[in-house]
Nanobody, 123 residues
């Protein structure tokens, strides 16, 4: 099983960023895909999850106005797009396979992880 994420991104404040996570080695619809981020010196922060089967997202309220999760079953890829970026959004963003869709800030609660994507917001 692999979750392969897109490369590092640098954005100005106020811009948007879109990160991809391509799944392979398992039936794409078996796991929810969660998005979790880790800012410098901070713990993991759960952003929400998407059900790849029907594309139904579930967002943490903090991010709800600025984040969009999408999935593409033709390419086994999920995406997170975050808009109105600010410096506090600088973090490593991870996708993770979540068997029950419950979400967590504990790394061991997830079956598989992407390698992480560094997003830096700076002018």
């Amino acid at each position: 099983v692999q979750l392969v994420q897109s490369g590092a991104e640098l954005r100005n404040p106020g811009a948007s960023v879109k990160v991809s996570c391509k799944a392979s080695g398992y039936t794409f619809t078996r796991y929810y895909i969660d998005w979790v981020r880790q800012a410098p010196g901070q713990g993991l922060e759960w952003m929400g999850r998407i059900d790849p089967e029907d594309g139904g997202p579930d967002y943490v309220q903090k991010f709800q106005s600025r984040v969009t999760f999408t999935s593409d079953t033709s390419t086994n890829t999920v995406y997170v797009e975050l808009s109105s970026l600010r410096s506090e959004d600088t973090a490593v963003y991870y996708c993770a396979a979540d068997e029950y869709g419950l979400g967590s800030t504990l790394r061991q609660k997830y079956e598989y992880w992407g390698q992480g994507t560094q997003v830096t917001v700076s002018s």
